[in-house]
C-alpha cells in the first residue's frame, strides 16, 4: 500500500469520527489502568458493567487495596481470568503507592513495570489517558492491518513498528481507535461487512464480501 493510499484511508476515518476514544468506561488514568488490565480477552462490555460498581466504591490505589484480593474478585468475578486480574491490579496498587505516590505514571518503562501491564496496555494508557501518540495493537487491530494491507506483519509487534513508521503524523494519536473500532464494528473477524465500509475501494484485502 502507498502513502497516499493510506493517508487516505485515515482522512476517511476521521471524518467519520473525528473524536474517536476508547469504548471503556473511566475518569482517571487511574481507572483506565485498571480497566484495560481488567480488559484481557475480556470484552468492554463486560468490563464496564463491573468497573462501575468498583469504581463508585474504590477508585484510587488506596481504596482498591484495602479491599484486598478477596473483595476484588467479589467485584470483577463476571470478568474472565479474575483470579490472576485481582491479584495483579492489588499488586499494582500497591507499587503505585509505594514508587509513585498512588499516580500512574506516564512513562512506558514504568508503566510495564507495573503487574499485569504489558506493552499493549502501555500504549493504551499513554495515548488514551496522556495523549501520546502511541498505537496498541491487539487482534482487531492486527487482523484489520492486514487484511487491508495498511501495516502488514507476522505479529502484534511487528504490525506496531510498521504503523509507528508508516501512520502520517497528523493521524497518529487517533490511529489506535478508528483501526480498533473498525476491527470491532466493521472489518470482523468471521464476515468483514465490505459492502458498508467507507474505506473499500482503498482496501487491499482480496476476498471482499459484498454485504
Not at 476517511?12 to 488514568?29: C, G, I, K, M, V
Not at 486480574?85 to 505514571?105: F, S
Not at 492486527?142 to 510498521?162: H, L, M, P, W, Y
Not at 467507507?198 to 484485502?205: A, K, Q, R
Request: glycine share 6%; aromatic share 6%; net charge positive.
Amino acid at each position: 500500500m502507498n502513502r497516499d493510499k493510506r493517508a487516505l484511508i485515515f482522512a476517511r476515518l476521521r471524518d467519520a469520527n473525528p473524536a474517536p476514544t476508547t469504548e471503556l468506561n473511566y475518569q482517571s488514568p487511574f481507572e483506565l489502568l485498571v480497566a484495560v488490565i481488567l480488559s484481557a480477552q475480556a470484552t468492554d462490555v463486560s468490563v464496564n458493567k463491573a468497573t462501575g460498581p468498583l469504581f463508585a466504591s474504590a477508585n484510587t490505589p488506596a481504596a482498591i487495596k484495602r479491599l484486598g484480593v478477596a473483595g476484588l474478585k467479589r467485584h470483577i468475578k463476571s470478568i474472565g481470568l479474575f483470579n490472576t486480574k485481582a491479584e495483579n491490579v492489588i499488586r499494582t496498587c500497591e507499587k503505585l503507592l509505594r514508587e509513585h505516590g498512588g499516580q500512574v505514571p506516564e512513562d512506558r518503562g514504568a508503566l510495564e513495570a507495573l503487574p499485569g501491564v504489558g506493552r499493549k496496555t502501555a500504549n493504551v494508557v499513554l495515548n488514551t489517558a496522556f495523549g501520546h501518540p502511541t498505537i496498541a495493537v491487539d487482534t482487531h487491530i492486527f487482523r484489520v492491518c492486514n487484511r487491508t494491507r495498511i501495516a502488514s506483519g507476522k505479529n502484534v509487534r511487528q504490525v506496531e513498528d510498521r504503523l509507528e513508521r508508516l501512520v502520517p503524523r497528523e493521524f497518529k494519536r487517533d490511529a489506535h481507535h478508528w483501526l480498533i473500532l473498525h476491527g470491532r464494528y466493521v472489518c470482523t473477524a468471521r464476515k468483514p461487512r465490505c459492502g458498508s465500509c467507507i474505506i473499500e475501494d482503498l482496501c487491499e484485502y482480496r476476498d471482499k464480501e459484498d454485504i
